[in-house]
C-alpha cells in the first residue's frame, strides 16, 4: 500500500507540533519534515516524541532549501547534505528530498550527482532529487540550477516528483514520472495552474502548490498509474495553506488526503489489460 504523507510545510508558519497533530487528525499516514530554521525541526530526540505522541511516522525528511535556511547547519551545502541524511537514520526515515543546486554553488553544483550517490550510500538512504523549474525574470529564462532543474536528465538513481515544480517548468508531469520510471521514489502532492503546453512560456518563482485538483496538472492520472504498476515510493502532500484560516487549511489538507486515496485506489483497481494501454 502506498503511504500517503503530510509535509510540515503544510502547516506554515506554525511550528511542527500543529503539523504532527493536524496529520494525525486527517488520517494521514506520516509526516515529511522539511528542515528550517526552527531547531526542533533539527532535533531527533524532538521529532522521535512528536511522531510517537501523535502516531505518525517520519516518511522523509527535505533538506534545507538554500534560500530560506541560508545558515541552518553552516554554510555548506555538503555538511547540510549530510546533517540531513543523519536525521534521517536517527528519526528512521527512509528518504531524503534535495533540490539540485544553483548555478553559483561552485563545487557542490560540479560534483552534485556523485557527492549525492556517496551521501546515500554511507547512509543508507534514498536521496531523491527534487524537479524544479527555469527561471523566468523579465521575459528572460535564467539557467538557475546546476546540472539543471529535471531529474530525468540527470544520472542520479532517485527522484522526486513536483506538481507544482512540473507545473512551473512546462513539464507534463505524467511524462516526466514516465521518463523516470523506477527512479522516481517520491512525490510531492500538489497542483499548478499552467498546462504542459505553456511549455514555450514556462518558468518563474511563483510557486503555486494548489490543492490537487485544482489546477491543470494530470495529478490523478500519474497517481492511478502509479498506483497500477504497484509503485512503493511514499506520496507526500506538499499543500500551500500559509493564507488560510485553522478550519480552511483542516479542509483543504482532508481534500488532498481524500484525492489522492481515491485516485490511488482507482490505478490499484485497474485490470492487468489496463494498465498495459
Known amino acids: 500500500m502506498i503511504s500517503v504523507g503530510m509535509s510540515t510545510s503544510c502547516v506554515y508558519p506554525s511550528g511542527l507540533e500543529p503539523a504532527f497533530r493536524l496529520a494525525a487528525e486527517i488520517d494521514y499516514d506520516g509526516v515529511e519534515v522539511m528542515v528550517t530554521n526552527d531547531a526542533s525541526t533539527h532535533s531527533a530526540r524532538r521529532l522521535g516524541e512528536l511522531s510517537r505522541e501523535h502516531g505518525q511516522p517520519i516518511l522523509s525528511v527535505h533538506a534545507p532549501v538554500l534560500l530560506l535556511t541560508h545558515f541552518v547547519w553552516g554554510r555548506d551545502p555538503r555538511v547540510k547534505l549530510e546533517r540531513t541524511a543523519e ?3 536517527a528519526t528512521g526515515a ?7 543546486p544553483f548555478r553559483w554553488q561552485g563545487a557542490y553544483a560540479e560534483r552534485f550527482l556523485d557527492i549525492v550517490a556517496g551521501v546515500s550510500e554511507r547512509y543508507g538512504v534514498t536521496i531523491a532529487v527534487e524537479n524544479m523549474f527555469p527561471w523566468r525574470i523579465g521575459g528572460r529564462t535564467m539557467k538557475a540550477y546546476a546540472p539543471g532543474w529535471d531529474p530525468s536528465t540527470m544520472d542520479c538513481a532517485a527522484a522526486t516528483l513536483d506538481f507544482s ?24 502532492l500538489c ?46 502532500a506538499e499543500v500551500n495553506t500559509k493564507k488560510a484560516s485553522e478550519d480552511a487549511r483542516l479542509a483543504m489538507l482532508t481534500e488532498t488526503l481524500d484525492y489522492a486515496r481515491a485516485a490511488l485506489a482507482s490505478g490499484a483497481a485497474m485490470r492487468p489489460a489496463e494498465r498495459a494501454a
Not at 94 to 100: Q, S
Not at 209 to 231: C, I, K, N, S
Open 87 to 89: 536525521l534521517a537514520v
Open 94 to 100: 527512509p528518504t531524503v528530498v534535495a533540490h539540485p
Open 165 to 188: 515544480h512540473a507545473s512551473l517548468s512546462g513539464r507534463d508531469s505524467l511524462e516526466l514520472a514516465r521518463a523516470l520510471d523506477t527512479r522516481l521514489r517520491h512525490v510531492h
Open 191 to 236: 497542483d499548478g495552474s499552467r498546462a504542459s503546453s505553456d511549455g514555450e512560456n514556462a518558468g518563474g518563482i511563483f510557486d503555486e502548490h494548489l490543492v490537487p485538483g485544482r489546477g491543470a496538472e494530470p495529478v490523478a492520472a500519474v497517481l492511478r498509474e502509479l498506483a497500477a504498476r504497484a509503485w512503493c515510493g511514499s506520496i507526500v
